[in-house]
C-alpha cells in the first residue's frame, strides 16, 4: 500500500530490459504492480548486453551473494555459482531443486505502460549484486 517502493535490479540490459529474479516475489510484485512510483538504484556493474548476459549475471554472481548474505544454504551459495551456470543449452529456470532455493520467480520488464511510475537510476560505482 506504499506510494513509492525503493529497490534494486538483479540486471538491467543495454536495451533497457530490468530483469528480476525473486524467492517470494514480494520484490519483484511490487515493482509490476502497486506502489503508484518505483525507484530503482542500481550500481553500474548491473548493466549488461543482453538477457542471455542477464541470466548469466543472476547465476554466476546475484544468486550466490544473496544466498551468503541471506545465511541461506545452497548449491550456489557453497560453489559461487549456479549449478546450470555453465551447462550448454540449461533452461531459463533450470537451476537446483534446493527447498532453500532463492530464485523461484523470473521477470523481465520490457515496457512501462504507466508513464514515469519506474525510475532508474545508475549509480557510477559497482554497488550490490
Not at 541471506?70 to 560453489?79: A, R, S, W
Amino acid at each position: 500500500s506504499s506510494d513509492v517502493y525503493f529497490a534494486s535490479s538483479n540486471a538491467i540490459t543495454e536495451n533497457g530490459e530490468l530483469y528480476n529474479v525473486d524467492g517470494n516475489s514480494n520484490r519483484v510484485a511490487a515493482i509490476l504492480y502497486g506502489p503508484k512510483s518505483v525507484i530503482l538504484v542500481c550500481g553500474y556493474n548491473k548493466i549488461v548486453k543482453n538477457i542471455d548476459e542477464a541470466i548469466d549475471r543472476v547465476k554466476k554472481i546475484a544468486a550466490p551473494s544473496n544466498t551468503i548474505r541471506l545465511n541461506i544454504e545452497t548449491p550456489c551459495g557453497k560453489t559461487g555459482k549456479c549449478i546450470t551456470a555453465d551447462k550448454e543449452g540449461a533452461e531459463l529456470c533450470s537451476g537446483c531443486k534446493s527447498d532453500r532455493r532463492i530464485c523461484c520467480n523470473y521477470v523481465v520488464c520490457a515496457q512501462q505502460r504507466h508513464k514515469d511510475r519506474i525510475k532508474v537510476i545508475i549509480i557510477g560505482e559497482k554497488y550490490g549484486y
